[in-house]
């Protein structure tokens, strides 16, 4: 029995660990959370729709993601919030997501102003990104 509670305790702490990286990345789970945030600090937010078995997905977050001029641009126009697209089909279905990764750019009231749709290099993301503007 201790050892049950023992292994217990560690995955908790693991997915607090790994739950906790993944928040210093910069990176909401909440998409209401971050319209919120995006309409308070008058940014866009970009949704990246995306499943842990795709592989074009982790690509993107390596190459693209985890470079500092992805969390250069981001930090200065975007609320980052990641979907998980096999667990939240209600948003997948509402913005008509039909692959991944698929990157939905939302106002600070939740509409969609851009989509992005499959990989994309981190230079023409960026250049593509750089055009969107949040409403004044």
Same mark, same amino acid.
């Given at each position: 029995?201790n050892k049950?509670?023992?292994a217990?305790?560690?995955?908790?702490v693991?997915? %607090?660990?790994c739950?906790? =990286?993944f928040?210093e990345?910069g990176?909401l789970?909440?998409?209401?959370a971050?319209v919120?945030?995006?309409?308070e600090?008058?940014? %866009?937010?970009?949704a990246?729709?995306?499943?842990?078995?795709c !592989?074009?997905? =982790?690509?993107?977050?390596? $190459?693209?993601?985890?470079?500092e001029?992805?969390?250069?641009?981001?930090? &200065?126009?975007f609320? %980052?919030?990641?979907i998980d697209?096999d667990?939240?089909?209600?948003l997948?279905?509402?913005?008509?997501?039909q692959?991944? #990764?698929t990157l939905v750019?939302l106002d600070g $009231? !939740?509409?969609?102003?851009?989509?992005i749709?499959g990989?994309?290099?981190?230079? #023409?993301?960026l250049e593509e990104?750089?055009?969107? &503007? #949040? =409403?004044?």
């Amino acid at each position: 029995m201790n050892k049950r509670i023992l292994a217990v305790l560690v995955l908790a702490v693991c997915g %607090l660990v790994c739950g906790a =990286a993944f928040a210093e990345e910069g990176w909401l789970e909440d998409l209401d959370a971050a319209v919120k945030q995006a309409a308070e600090q008058k940014k %866009l937010v970009l949704a990246d729709f995306t499943a842990s078995w795709c !592989g074009w997905c =982790a690509k993107m977050k390596e $190459e693209v993601f985890e470079k500092e001029e992805f969390k250069a641009l981001a930090a &200065e126009k975007f609320v %980052l919030v990641t979907i998980d697209g096999d667990k939240n089909r209600v948003l997948v279905d509402k913005y008509g997501v039909q692959g991944f #990764p698929t990157l939905v750019i939302l106002d600070g $009231e !939740g509409k969609e102003v851009h989509k992005i749709v499959g990989y994309k290099a981190l230079t #023409p993301l960026l250049e593509e990104l750089k055009t969107l &503007e #949040p =409403a004044k």
